[in-house]
Antibody
Framework: EVQLVESGGGLVQPGGSLRLSCVAS????????MTWVRQAPGKGLEWVGN????????NYADSVKGRFTISRDNAKDTLYLQMNSLRAEDTAIYYC???????WGQGTLVTVSS | QAVVTQEPSLTVSPGGTVTLTCGST?????????PYWFQQKPGQAPRTLIY???NKHSWTPARFSGSLLGGKAALTLSGAQPEDEADYYC??????????FGGGTKLTVL
């Protein structure tokens, strides 16, 4: 059974940093593109970025480019999202998703507020 | 940047048929965009109904089907049930650029 479990969310002040993790199981993580998606309260889904299976190719949404970094540790079957210079508009539930088949985690809530 | 277009809202009668569509401002949606369809109910994480235009997951009810139709991706629900009331999102892949969600369609079964 495919499982994706996000963690690391919480309350952070504007300008602060946070690192999210997504632990994968039930499939060969090292062979799979992965994606981060977020959803602000009451809003639709927004693509944040993705990363190639070997970690060498990454793409980002314009809204997070230069502030967020996606990485992965294939030895630990773990995907990461490093978020810096956080803004109030980054407040959202953050989900990781396995590409192609589209398996989702349950999400982790990030709140940016003073 | 590409914009993915969806109907903001649709209504279907119980037992009826409805088609949700997904277009792209860059031109026709093709299999190369690997269209996804996600269903999301209030308070829940999204779940994938259709991937790669027409492939279903084991949990996808048979009444849902995905296709490419008239330059758009389409999700057809045949025999709507009350539990199908939800938000539906289309998702397209743009090679070398990234991925984009549609704004979502709020489907009402009434």
């Amino acid at each position: 059974e495919v499982q994706l479990v996000e963690s690391g969310g919480g309350l952070v002040q504007p300008g602060g940093s946070l690192r999210l993790s997504c632990v994968a199981s039930g499939f060969t993580f090292s062979q799979t593109w992965m994606t981060w998606v977020r959803q602000a309260p009451g809003k639709g889904l927004e693509w944040v970025g993705n990363i190639h299976s070997d970690g060498r190719v990454k793409n980002y949404a314009d809204s997070v480019k230069g502030r967020f970094t996606i990485s992965r540790d294939n030895a630990k079957d773990t995907l990461y999202l490093q978020m810096n210079s956080l803004r109030a508009e980054d407040t959202a539930i953050y989900y990781c998703m396995r590409n192609y088949y589209g398996d989702w985690g349950q999400g982790t809530l990030v709140t940016v507020s003073s | 940047q590409a914009v993915v277009t969806q109907e903001p809202s649709l209504t279907v009668s119980p037992g009826g048929t409805v088609t949700l569509t997904c277009g792209s401002t860059t031109g026709a949606v093709t299999s190369g965009h690997s269209p996804y369809w996600f269903q999301q109910k209030p308070g829940q994480a999204p779940r994938t109904l259709i991937y790669d235009a027409s492939n279903k997951h084991s949990w996808t009810p048979a009444r849902f089907s995905g296709s490419l139709l008239g330059g758009k991706a389409a999700l057809t629900l045949s025999g709507a049930q009350p539990e199908d009331e939800a938000d539906y999102y289309c998702f397209l892949r743009y090679s070398g650029v990234g991925e984009v969600f549609g704004g979502g369609t709020k489907l009402t079964v009434l």
